[in-house]
Each structure stands twice: as structure tokens, then as C-alpha cells.
T-cell receptor, first 110, second 112 residues
């Protein structure tokens, strides 16, 4: 299995609070991604990174920011969480010809 | 813009029966096509992928998929389903493996 970990694995928070999710890889891959998974929508790309300090928006980036200060870590931040951001969040890294996914973080915003 | 449609939200098959999961895509050029499987509470695992060449692609766990350009389809098949195949299946399309769009998924239930 590709070395991808996500933390925390579960989180419950309240509306309006900031939340940061962490993705850590041990594969030294250049590309990293954050997706959210919601019933009926599959996976939708939030943000991605193509190198240290190089990031770009995906199709559902509103309300999210990311940072990548090291190759191995990609952080997703919800500046002020809303109930619509309750979801399962997956980090992925891009290998030679496929993406490898982390185990996911289940976030509940009350 | 690229997009993927999985017409079947939920499919139930009996163990030992054959399986076909449908995937239709919209893409302007030759696409990269993928099928992933997700077991409950787990991340996604790649079953197979198509980039070019032979349009019938073999994957892991006995799955195969056929790329049909004329129908814009990439359907997943398995001749004999096992109870352990119960999961959610996602089709994805992209210009490469760095730019992918996923379908909404098909949940497979396997009856004993």
C-alpha cells in the first residue's frame, strides 16, 4: 500500500470553528489532492498541489484553503466550518499512472 | 468539460452471477479511464485503468472493463461475483492521472 496517512480520522466540530486536516505521505510524490465524498456525488476535487508551495483550486474549493510547506505534508483548512462541509475527506497522491488514496477523515460539523 | 455518469445507483446480484457496471463519459479527447472500488469505511483501491491500446483491460480480483469509443463507455464486468465483491464502485475519467473526474458511484449488494 502507498504510504498515505490522514489525521484525524474522525472529527466533530461546531459551526464557525476552524478545522485543519492533515495528509502525510512517505512516497515523495509531487502531486497531492484533497477530495470530499458525499452520497450521490462521488468524489469531488477540492484543491491539489503540484509541489511545495504550489497549489491550485479544484471544482469545490469555496470555503477551503490548503498549504504545502513540505513534500510529505498537505494540509486542508476550513477557516470557518459550516454544516455543508460535513463529509468524508480523502487525500490522494499521484503515482506514475494512478492515484493512491488515504483512509479518509470523517468530519461532522454541528 | 469532462464528466462521468454511472446510471445505476445500486445493483443487487446473486453470488456466482455475472456482473456489469455501467460507465459513460464525456470527454473531448482520448481519455484516461479508471475503475476504483471502495469497501465500507475504507479508501479507494484501483481495479483497472485504460490509457491506450487493447480496449479490453484486465484488472485485479477478476474484473475486466471494455473501452468503447463509439459509445463513450467503459463498463466493468466480472463473470462470477463473490460475496466479498460487495462494495461501492467508482468510474473516473481524466486527461491524465492528475486531472480526474469521478462518477457518483454504484453500490453493489451480493445476495447469498
Amino acid at each position: 500500500d502507498a504510504g498515505i496517512t490522514q489525521s484525524p480520522r474522525h472529527k466533530v466540530t461546531e459551526t464557525g470553528t476552524p478545522v485543519t486536516l492533515r495528509c502525510h505521505q512517505t512516497e515523495n510524490h509531487r502531486y497531492m489532492y484533497w477530495y470530499r465524498q458525499d452520497p450521490g456525488h462521488g468524489l469531488r476535487l477540492i484543491h491539489y498541489s503540484y509541489g511545495v508551495k504550489d497549489t491550485d483550486k479544484g471544482e469545490v474549493s469555496d470555503g477551503y484553503s490548503v498549504s504545502r510547506s513540505k513534500t510529505e505534508d498537505f494540509l486542508l483548512t476550513l477557516e470557518s466550518a459550516t454544516s455543508s462541509q460535513t463529509s468524508v475527506y480523502f487525500c490522494a497522491i499521484s503515482g506514475l499512472d494512478e492515484q493512491f488514496f488515504g483512509p479518509g477523515t470523517r468530519l461532522t460539523v454541528l | 468539460a469532462q464528466s462521468v455518469t454511472q446510471p445505476d445507483i445500486h445493483i443487487t446480484v446473486s453470488e456466482g452471477a455475472s456482473l456489469e457496471l455501467r460507465c459513460n463519459y464525456s470527454y473531448g479527447a482520448t481519455p484516461y479511464l479508471f475503475w476504483y472500488v471502495q469497501s465500507p469505511g475504507q479508501g479507494l483501491q484501483l481495479l483497472l485503468k485504460y490509457f491506450s491500446g487493447d480496449t479490453l483491460v484486465q484488472g485485479i480480483k477478476g474484473f475486466e472493463a471494455e473501452f468503447k469509443r463509439s459509445q463513450s463507455s467503459f463498463n466493468l464486468r466480472k463473470p462470477s461475483v463473490h460475496w466479498s465483491d460487495a462494495a461501492e464502485y467508482f468510474c473516473a475519467v481524466g486527461s491524465n492521472n492528475n486531472d480526474m473526474r469521478f462518477g457518483a458511484g454504484t453500490r453493489l449488494t451480493v445476495k447469498p
